[in-house]
């Protein structure tokens, strides 16, 4: 029977759900603060709703227009990776520069486009952020604040130019979408993709206090993870920001609506690195904390065989992981510390994503992370968790360590 619209239903049954969606927030959201102490309580007072980033970048609807190569370009918004490989592969070397210098936004987050590609475009874009952030910082007609937060954009922006780094996917708009890749992704046989969850943008991507709680510090710990299990295998890791993300533990912590919006862009990177690269096995995806909802919404579409790697979940939106397609491998830890494990593992009204991956009836491969403490340990050297998340990537079943009850405390 079709679910009835708020126009159809008593005023009592509009109030009754209305009051149902209030008091499970408010239990959402209690709860995880009483889990992690005052500092996520003042994350809880600061979030906000987001807004998803869903349109072509920058210079999009210029590219579409351009016809200077005789040619139609593909379309940013519906062009198949495959499609978009093929173009690119036709072109000679003066189109192709010609391209990545005028349109560097269209070309570095173009799934298909060669990876080298991208990494000079975004150089581009990257530089030319900036140095329009250096401008607003210095322009004295600004407010002091709207001059610091133009300051710290061009200071994380710099950041990204650091020699030898690749970056995969840089776009500016709202918080500020990155993604990075470490080792040679054109020549690799495993690749591992780390979903981030809530804070993840421009601003919080590489953070040196800190590090595992930034997702270019996930990127470079398993991806020297990767490297010592396995010297002589060709590895790559992408630290891939390419949603927007919850802020804090409002709202957006608590629904799936982010989630949806980033489901076709996780879906699409994938599909970009099944015809640019070499690799064995589909890339495996490290999903943590409220990546793992995008990646149980993405995962039905997903019909290759990946391995899903969830960590520090509030749950994929689904009840068991039978629900997530027959595509994907799902593994599952927590750590007895981790406070999301405090968080209510249920869906009502649309609040909250569903069972726990890492309970024995969701139907995942529970796996140890002893050692790891709290919700951002997961990769922190000598813990079984970091190992196990590195046997995976490599393809290494045999080597990995399933949970046992004093994993899960």
């Not at 340990?377 to 045999?398: I, K, Q, V």
């Amino acid at each position: 029977m079709p679910q009835r619209t708020e126009r159809e239903r008593t005023p009592r049954e509009v109030q009754r759900r209305r009051r149902l969606k209030r008091v499970a927030m408010g239990l959402f959201a209690t709860v995880a603060v009483l889990a992690d102490t005052g500092a996520a309580a003042a994350q809880a007072a600061a979030g906000s709703e987001q807004i998803t980033i869903t349109t072509p970048p920058a210079g999009s609807d210029r590219w579409v227009a351009d016809r200077s190569l005789g040619r139609v370009l593909p379309d940013p918004a519906s062009a198949a990776p495959r499609d978009v490989a093929a173009f690119f592969a036709s072109l000679g070397g003066p189109a192709v520069d010609r391209l990545v210098a005028e349109y560097p936004l269209v070309v570095g987050n173009l799934d298909g486009v060669p990876p080298e590609l991208r990494y000079r475009a975004n150089r581009i874009a990257v530089a030319a952020e900036r140095d329009r952030a250096r401008a607003r910082a210095a322009d004295e007609s600004l407010t002091k604040a709207a001059r610091a937060l133009a300051e710290a954009r061009a200071n994380d922006s710099e950041h990204l130019l650091a020699e030898g780094r690749q970056i995969l996917a840089f776009d500016p708009r709202g918080r500020g979408l990155v993604s990075e890749v470490y080792g040679d992704l054109a020549a690799a046989g495993r690749v591992s993709v780390v979903v981030p969850g809530s804070e993840a943008d421009l601003g919080h991507f590489d953070q040196a206090a800190d590090p595992l709680r930034s997702a270019a510090g996930m990127g470079r710990a398993l991806y020297e993870e990767e490297r010592l299990r396995s010297p002589g295998t060709r590895t790559a890791v992408i630290a891939w920001t390419g949603y927007v993300t919850p802020v804090g533990l409002g709202p957006d912590a608590v629904t799936s609506r982010l989630a949806e919006a980033a489901a076709p862009r996780l879906e699409r990177l994938l599909a970009g690195l099944a015809v640019t690269g070499r690799t064995e096995a589909p890339p495996a995806l490290f999903c943590h904390s409220y990546g793992s909802v995008v990646c149980g919404t993405a995962a039905p579409a997903i019909h290759d065989g990946t391995d899903l790697v969830v960590f520090g979940s509030p749950g994929m939106g689904v009840p068991d992981a039978a629900a997530l397609g027959t595509g994907v491998r799902v593994w599952a830890t927590r750590n007895p510390s981790d406070w999301i494990g405090n968080v209510p593992y249920l869906e009502v009204g649309g609040l909250g994503h569903g069972a726990d991956p890492a309970s024995a009836g969701f139907g995942s491969v529970v796996i140890s992370s002893a050692g790891a403490s709290g919700h951002n340990g997961y990769l922190s050297p000598g813990t079984a968790s970091l190992r196990n998340f590195a046997e995976l990537g490599l393809g290494h079943y045999d080597e990995v360590r399933t949970a046992t009850r004093r994993d899960a405390g």
